[in-house]
């Protein structure tokens, strides 16, 4: 890891923010350039004038410092929202450090702010390898986290794999997305689990506006700045019809695309088509589309025996959590090494009759080739995270090892003050609406 600082993370500057400009002692980091720094506080200042909930929650944190004193280890996309979220943590009093959930994903003008300007001990530089993508995990439990923020579980299995001497330090932690809280339950299930864990995904105010509007619309963003191609006319095929699918498959069909549905489960099967969607197998499915976005958190959705049928031109991209939904392994075996970058983020595998095209090495596309979900949507996300951290903050003690959900009342409170910011009154029931709904003797 070059450039690394390695201060104890109580010697380090973790107060400063904007106004304090570039303070004298940085604290741990390993990130890309430090001069990108100002480029990125300009990028994260405007993510946050979208992200209204999230600052109310900061300003609040900041007088009462709800999390003081705790150490959070972070292991999220280093994106400018989730820059705020550190920005809300370390205003409520936590020491944070925060590596990538994804080597792709990493805004390396993100990760120098943090650093130079908001002193946020931050480890990630895009395009970082396995070893060094590792090492930064490695770096954040060396904080000796008393909190987890997770984002597709990798943070919590370094945790309970090679680093359980930390474990009994941790008090709890918060996981983002499907993929790290299925992972987690099955680690709960298996006994394994050591500290509880709120599943974040599980807030109604975070899967039906991030998994769906967020990954929808930025999925889209992706694979039009990746390829410019373009979408009226073309045949997606969307594999997975669940919160992430749905939203994928809407905008698509929003641009003009026929799509069509790829999916192992009878039932959102079946509310594809009655959305209006063509449903079919993969296979027929390799045979008809033009574009096809995996989005199942499963793995080997489209192999060799699709890669076969897809015509030449054919457009892979994923959307899901890990980069495991292509069997890229087979894909490069069948082109022979015929292989090449043909513009930023489009990989050419040359399979001799034909050529076939991935987005972004099979990583999700929306972070890789554009920029994520918009911060107006990850506002909701992170006021999740944030009042889950407060949460697990103050009744750990009370808490089993397994996994949570979100409280009720948070995930309404996140609802009512993202209305309130958009200036959208709406109505309360009537007391007489009140008793009706609430009563078994009132009839027809
Ligand atoms: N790109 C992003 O920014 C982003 C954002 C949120 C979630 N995610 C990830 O997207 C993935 C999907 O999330 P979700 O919230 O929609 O999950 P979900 O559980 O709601 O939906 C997944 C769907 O995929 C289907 N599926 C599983 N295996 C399949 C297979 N072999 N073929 C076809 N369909 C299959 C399931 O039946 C289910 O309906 C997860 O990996 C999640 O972590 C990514």
Redesign the pocket.
């Given at each position: 890891m070059t450039g690394t600082r390695t201060q104890p993370v109580d010697q380090q500057t973790t107060s400063g923010d904007a106004a304090q400009g570039q303070t004298a002692t940085l604290p741990a980091h390993d990130v890309a350039d430090l001069d990108l720094a100002a480029e990125g506080v300009r990028r994260i200042e405007w993510a946050e004038r979208e992200m209204p909930v999230l600052r109310i929650i900061r300003q609040r944190f900041e007088r009462e410092r709800p999390l003081d004193g705790l150490r959070i280890g972070a292991c999220l996309h280093v994106t400018t929202e989730t820059a705020n979220l550190m920005r809300t943590l370390a205003a409520g009093g936590a020491h944070v450090a925060l590596c990538a959930s994804n080597p792709l994903s990493t805004r390396d003008d993100v990760a120098a702010a943090l650093v130079a300007q908001y002193g946020i001990s931050t480890f990630a530089r895009r395009g970082a390898d396995r070893d060094t993508y590792y090492a930064h995990i490695g770096a954040v439990v060396d904080i000796r986290p008393q909190l987890t923020m997770d984002d597709?579980c990798d943070l919590v299995s370094m945790l309970h794999r090679t680093r359980r001497e930390e474990l009994a330090g941790v008090l709890a932690g918060t996981e983002e997305?499907?993929?790290?809280v299925i992972r987690l339950r099955a680690m709960a299930v298996d006994g394994a689990l050591e500290f509880p864990v709120v599943a974040v995904?599980a807030a109604r105010t975070k899967?039906l506006f991030?998994?769906r509007y967020?990954?929808g619309q930025?999925?889209v963003d992706g694979i039009l700045r990746a390829t410019n191609i373009l979408l009226a006319g073309r045949k997606v095929v969307v594999?997975?019809?669940?919160?992430?699918?749905r939203g994928i498959a809407s905008r698509f069909r929003g641009m003009g695309s026929l799509v069509a549905i790829?999916?192992?489960?009878p039932i959102?099967a079946l509310e594809a088509l009655m959305d209006g969607y063509q449903v079919m197998s993969?296979l027929e499915a390799a045979d008809w589309g033009d574009v096809f976005v995996t989005?199942?958190?499963?793995l080997n959705?489209f192999r060799a025996e699709h890669f076969r049928r897809m015509h030449d031109g054919a457009i892979l991209a994923n959307?899901?959590?890990?980069d495991a939904e292509l069997e890229l392994g087979a894909l490069r075996e069948m082109c022979g090494g015929r292989l090449r970058e043909v513009r930023r983020d489009v990989q050419e595998y040359d399979l001799g009759d034909r050529r076939l095209y991935v987005l972004g090495e099979g990583r999700?596309v929306?972070?890789a080739a554009a920029e994520?979900?918009p911060a107006s949507v990850m506002d909701m996300s992170f006021a999740n995270q944030a009042l889950a951290a407060e949460y697990v903050a103050g009744h750990h003690a009370e808490l089993e090892p397994r996994v949570y959900p979100v409280p009720a009342e948070i995930d309404r409170e996140v609802a009512r003050l993202k209305l309130e910011a958009l200036g959208v009154t709406i109505d309360t029931m009537t007391p007489e609406q009140e008793r009706y709904a609430t009563s078994w003797q009132e009839g027809t």
């Amino acid at each position: 890891m070059t450039g690394t600082r390695t201060q104890p993370v109580d010697q380090q500057t973790t107060s400063g923010d904007a106004a304090q400009g570039q303070t004298a002692t940085l604290p741990a980091h390993d990130v890309a350039d430090l001069d990108l720094a100002a480029e990125g506080v300009r990028r994260i200042e405007w993510a946050e004038r979208e992200m209204p909930v999230l600052r109310i929650i900061r300003q609040r944190f900041e007088r009462e410092r709800p999390l003081d004193g705790l150490r959070i280890g972070a292991c999220l996309h280093v994106t400018t929202e989730t820059a705020n979220l550190m920005r809300t943590l370390a205003a409520g009093g936590a020491h944070v450090a925060l590596c990538a959930s994804n080597p792709l994903s990493t805004r390396d003008d993100v990760a120098a702010a943090l650093v130079a300007q908001y002193g946020i001990s931050t480890f990630a530089r895009r395009g970082a390898d396995r070893d060094t993508y590792y090492a930064h995990i490695g770096a954040v439990v060396d904080i000796r986290p008393q909190l987890t923020m997770d984002d597709g579980c990798d943070l919590v299995s370094m945790l309970h794999r090679t680093r359980r001497e930390e474990l009994a330090g941790v008090l709890a932690g918060t996981e983002e997305t499907t993929t790290g809280v299925i992972r987690l339950r099955a680690m709960a299930v298996d006994g394994a689990l050591e500290f509880p864990v709120v599943a974040v995904n599980a807030a109604r105010t975070k899967h039906l506006f991030d998994n769906r509007y967020g990954t929808g619309q930025s999925t889209v963003d992706g694979i039009l700045r990746a390829t410019n191609i373009l979408l009226a006319g073309r045949k997606v095929v969307v594999a997975g019809y669940g919160w992430v699918g749905r939203g994928i498959a809407s905008r698509f069909r929003g641009m003009g695309s026929l799509v069509a549905i790829v999916e192992v489960d009878p039932i959102p099967a079946l509310e594809a088509l009655m959305d209006g969607y063509q449903v079919m197998s993969s296979l027929e499915a390799a045979d008809w589309g033009d574009v096809f976005v995996t989005a199942t958190g499963n793995l080997n959705i489209f192999r060799a025996e699709h890669f076969r049928r897809m015509h030449d031109g054919a457009i892979l991209a994923n959307s899901g959590h890990f980069d495991a939904e292509l069997e890229l392994g087979a894909l490069r075996e069948m082109c022979g090494g015929r292989l090449r970058e043909v513009r930023r983020d489009v990989q050419e595998y040359d399979l001799g009759d034909r050529r076939l095209y991935v987005l972004g090495e099979g990583r999700l596309v929306n972070l890789a080739a554009a920029e994520g979900h918009p911060a107006s949507v990850m506002d909701m996300s992170f006021a999740n995270q944030a009042l889950a951290a407060e949460y697990v903050a103050g009744h750990h003690a009370e808490l089993e090892p397994r996994v949570y959900p979100v409280p009720a009342e948070i995930d309404r409170e996140v609802a009512r003050l993202k209305l309130e910011a958009l200036g959208v009154t709406i109505d309360t029931m009537t007391p007489e609406q009140e008793r009706y709904a609430t009563s078994w003797q009132e009839g027809t």
